[in-house]
């Protein structure tokens, strides 16, 4: 079962929709009309009128009627808002018990400040705030906790606002919230208890209960500070990060030839600090500090303190996190680990021991993506038409304008992929044929080709999804093939590299087509074709050595860009 709790927009489903037959979704929203004819709906009502006025009214004395039935419907009964509300009021008592005439006055300022529920155009007041609507929602919101921040003095607002820089559904500890206050106003661990104090009174933190101590900001709250903080959020996010910098030292180098290393040693944080731990790249991202983002992330010293104190998902959603060129996926990490042994043999057990905890846990970092068999799967649609039933398209040049790409990067519905065409991919090939290794695997595509038409794989083939990521993995080396071909055309690739990487591609489709044979499933012309397939790359010594003095040029002379 996955379960998808709190869903208020389109986008937030629409990932979840495809796939999955025998997984079930419970979904829980205040928005009926997005889950429109995708299941089974249980209703669970809002809090009922007297849930609500109960919430809203306790510890203060009897409002007015007429009153409470206003502030019921301004807040639309929604357990946040009347908590704030109730909060608000019992400030209020403290200086005199009748509150009526205040919470008279607080709805006037709800009704001009929020969605003007009471005055609706309909003229029924007992509608109530519809939370379901973003634009009424936020403005109740608003409306709610500026009534809230109006009982704060000016320093106190400004603390609460800055907790607008903290990481969602997160404990923030004292201590850390102790630090960064010190940081940006000068308090110390007393005056962070009273602002702490005054903001739980009004409902606008959550004191939590935990070794340390701590405070939590409602999802809700905390989208409404970032909104009102924009800009000034890289600079807390830097605040922050200086407030914790205090206590460490600086990072030395790996190695003279490891350029682009950590600034500061944050691998020695404090074990109970989670909080940092869990949140160092996203706050480095945050203030605008990419390149030291991507360098924390790819640090082994600090991957490998990552990876004993929290396991392998730690670093791989660091590296996700920063998404650079440099953070390289895990996938592709775990390839060049036997590589590393073979020049590192017992220096990887010796002085700085990261080596060994990597080599013990990166297996795991691929196979906790998840998405291997499943993107195959979904490639697998689209391979009839690429290789049987190309298409005329224009050629596509290259772009390096300022331009909006949200589109290139909404993941849309996956339906119809088996509908789409692509142009002839032989074409590009035949252009390069003269290139030794390209003509080679151009052979080895082709004779996929030729399986797909004469030995395919049959009704129960199709449904063995071990045997189907062995024919996805040659299909997509054939896609592979001719991407980098055009990308060779664009950027004018030397001939001697784009035949080296050819060689690669060789060795990688005989080692799938040398597994396909050995498949249970696999029948006899499969086998035979697996076989045939199977080639030596062509070995030239001299472009060896032409490719290799290339790229020892570049050793040292690469920099990352500011």
């Known amino acids: 079962m996955l379960v998808l709790d709190d869903v208020w927009e389109p986008e937030q489903f629409a990932p979840f929709t495809e796939g999955g037959r025998r997984c079930a979704r419970l979904v829980t929203t205040r928005v009926p009309e997005l889950l429109a004819g995708q299941g089974e709906t249980v209703r669970v009502d809002q809090m009922s009128p007297g849930q609500a006025r109960k919430l809203l009214t306790s510890g203060l004395s009897a409002l007015d009627p007429a009153v409470a039935e206003g ?23 403290r200086m005199a018990p009748d509150v009526s005439a205040q919470a008279a006055t607080l709805l006037e300022r709800l009704c001009a400040g929020g969605p003007a529920v009471v005055d609706d155009l309909t003229g029924d007041p007992s509608l109530g705030l519809d939370v379901g609507q973003p634009q009424k929602r936020a403005l109740a919101v608003r409306a709610t906790i500026e009534a809230s921040t109006s009982l704060l003095g000016e320093q106190d607002k400004e603390r609460f606002a800055e907790l607008g820089v903290f990481a969602e559904d997160e404990t923030i500890p004292f201590g850390l919230l102790a630090e960064f206050w010190r940081t940006t106003a000068g308090l110390d661990e007393l005056e962070t208890a009273q602002v702490a104090k005054r903001l739980a009174q009004l409902a606008l933190v959550s004191p939590i209960a935990c070794p340390g101590g701590g405070i939590a900001l409602h999802d809700v709250i905390r989208d409404f500070l970032r909104a009102e ?7 807390l996010n830097g605040t922050l990060l200086e407030a914790v910098e205090v206590g460490l030292p600086a990072a030395g180098r790996l190695s003279p030839e490891i350029l682009h290393t950590a600034r500061m040693a944050w691998w020695e944080l404090g074990r109970d600090d989670r909080y940092m731990w869990d949140h160092l790249v996203e706050h480095l991202l945050g203030a605008g500090r ?18 004993m104190r929290f396991g392998p998902t730690a ?48 297996g795991a970092l691929p196979r906790l993506e998840g998405t291997v068999h499943v993107n195959v799967a ?5 391979m009839p038409n690429y290789m049987f039933n190309p298409a005329s398209y224009p ?7 300022a331009a909006d790409d949200v589109f290139f990067w909404s993941q849309g519905p996956a339906r119809g992929a088996s509908k789409v065409q692509f142009a ?6 035949e252009k390069h044929v003269k290139i030794p290794n390209v003509a080679l695997f151009y052979e080895q595509a082709r004779a996929l080709k030729e399986l797909l038409a004469t030995a395919p794989p049959d009704a ?10 062995v024919v996805g993995h040659l299909f997509t080396l054939t896609v592979y093939g001719q991407l980098i071909l055009e990308q060779a055309d664009l950027i004018g690739l030397d001939a001697d590299l784009v035949d080296q990487i050819f060689g690669v591609q060789i060795r990688d489709f005989s080692q799938y087509a040398v597994a396909l044979h050995g498949k249970p499933s696999s029948t006899a012309a499969q086998q035979a074709w697996a076989i045939s397939a199977v080639r030596k790359p062509v070995v030239d010594a001299e472009r060896f050595d032409r490719v290799w003095q290339e790229v020892e040029a570049h050793d040292g002379a690469y920099e990352m860009r500011p």
């Open 378 to 382: 979904q490639i697998l649609k689209f």
């Open 229 to 235: 903080l924009g800009r000034q959020l890289a600079a």
């Open 424 to 429: 002839d991919w032989a074409v590009v090939y």
């Open 290 to 307: 990419d390149s030291e983002a991507d360098a924390v992330a790819g640090d082994l010293r600090w991957v490998g303190a990552r990876l």
């Open 71 to 93: 502030l019921l419907a301004v807040t639309g009964r929604w357990p946040l808002l009347l908590r704030l509300v109730n909060k608000i009021l019992a400030d209020y008592a």
């Open 315 to 362: 670093p791989s959603a660091d590296l996700s996190l920063v998404g650079t060129p440099r953070a390289i996926s895990p996938q592709r990490a775990k390839p060049s680990l036997p590589l590393l042994w073979d020049v590192l043999a017992a220096k990887g057990f010796e002085k700085n021991t990261y080596f060994c905890e990597v080599a013990r846990l990166i």
């Open 395 to 401: 050629e596509i040049g290259t772009r390096n304008d």
């Open 460 to 469: 129960d083939q199709m449904r063995d999804l071990d045997f189907l990521l």
